[in-house]
């Protein structure tokens, strides 16, 4: 099996920073692009950034410039630094990847979530 482990929530004034992390382990061949989603209470999930194997990126307008997504291969780890935070960033955040394990059958795999609360 595979599954995704996030970590690095919490709470942080306006203004911060956080830097969620998200390993991947398991029966893993290759992973393709990884991603960032967000659910604040009363909305739907949303896409907040993407990442592909070769490090194209692509960011929900909210948070383009404030929001970097990164990944490191070696370690099946993806990243989202977050700075300049507003309250309105306040959700749990989900990382999800695309995963072809050791025996090529192609997942959607998501993690369990992390809490990000922004207030003063």
């Known amino acids: 099996q595979v599954q995704l482990v996030e970590s690095g929530g919490g709470l942080v004034q306006p203004g911060g920073s956080l830097r969620l992390s998200c390993a991947a382990s398991?029966?893993?061949?290759?992973?393709?692009?990884m991603d960032w989603y967000r659910q604040a209470p009363g909305n739907e999930r949303e896409l907040v950034a993407t990442?592909?194997?070769?490090?194209?990126?692509n960011y929900a307008d909210s948070v383009k410039g404030r929001f970097t997504i990164s990944r490191d291969n070696a370690k099946n780890t993806v990243y989202l630094q977050m700075n300049s935070l507003k309250p309105e960033d306040t959700a749990v955040y989900y990382c999800?990847?695309?995963?072809?394990?050791?025996?090529?059958?192609?997942?959607?795999?998501w993690g369990q979530g992390t809490l990000v609360t922004v207030s003063s």
């Open positions: 999800h990847a695309g995963i072809t394990t050791t025996r090529f059958r192609d997942l959607a795999v």
């Open positions: 398991g029966s893993i061949f290759i992973i393709n692009a």
């Open positions: 990442i592909t194997r070769r490090d194209s990126t």
